[in-house]
């Protein structure tokens, strides 16, 4: 676990942006049911949260992705994020959606990016990868030369990191799950009985979650 992966852990705990509860598991949109929930759009509500995120985003494209030409965002929630890193990169903005829209140009991507550019994707948070790798398809299908992505956090699904190598695309997370659960049980958080449940459900969440309907 380095610095920038337990501070932000620490920041996402801070400011309840993940929350962690095994007694009462929340339902994921999918309906799967999980002792960890993550909305990281409640960073950007925090100014020193935000900005730190938004620097350490910035570092992992510059020294990973260095010759990064713009930057597009994953509709709804890597929107922010990735407008906030092209503006202090000063490089070109765009986001995808998940789907084109039913009227007008009936845009997939929303923005301006130069076919052949080589463009870094935002994302706040990794589970299986389907909306992410979903963003990289429809930018790669439009003539946009995607050369990695970021996110904020990652769930650490075996499945998601499969998916990735399989679309030849590489990706960074700044912190992980099995970061946090160390981070949350020093700061007591939780207890250490209750991160043993819950690296059950990391090692298999939908067996977890069917147990438990």
């Known amino acids: 676990m380095n610095d920038t992966s337990a501070k932000i852990a620490q920041y996402l705990l ?15 949109t999918s309906g799967m049911r999980s002792p960890i929930y993550c909305d990281n759009r409640v960073t950007l509500s925090y100014p020193k949260i935000r900005q730190y995120i938004t620097n350490a985003l910035v570092k992992a494209i510059q020294q990973n992705f260095g010759n990064a030409e713009a930057i597009a965002g994953v509709a709804t929630a890597g929107i922010a994020q990735g407008a906030l890193i092209a503006d202090q990169m000063n490089l070109p903005f765009a986001y ?12 997939s991507i929303e923005g301006r990016l130069e076919a052949g550019a080589k463009v870094v994707v935002v994302e706040d948070l990794i589970s299986t990868g389907k909306s992410s790798l979903k963003a990289v398809e429809d930018l790669r299908e439009n003539g946009i030369e995607v050369i990695g992505l970021v996110s904020i956090f990652n769930y650490g699904f075996v499945a998601s990191d499969d998916k990735f190598n399989a679309t030849k695309c590489p990706y960074i997370s700044l912190s992980n799950f099995n970061d946090l659960a160390k981070v949350a049980i020093s700061s007591h958080y939780i207890t250490t009985s209750q991160a043993e449940k819950i690296a059950l459900w990391s090692k298999d969440p939908q067996a977890w979650s069917d147990a438990i309907k």
């Open 14 to 28: 801070e400011c309840e942006a993940v929350k962690l509860n095994v007694d009462e598991p929340f339902t994921w």
């Open 96 to 107: 995808v959606r998940p789907e084109p829209k039913k009227h007008g140009l009936k845009n």
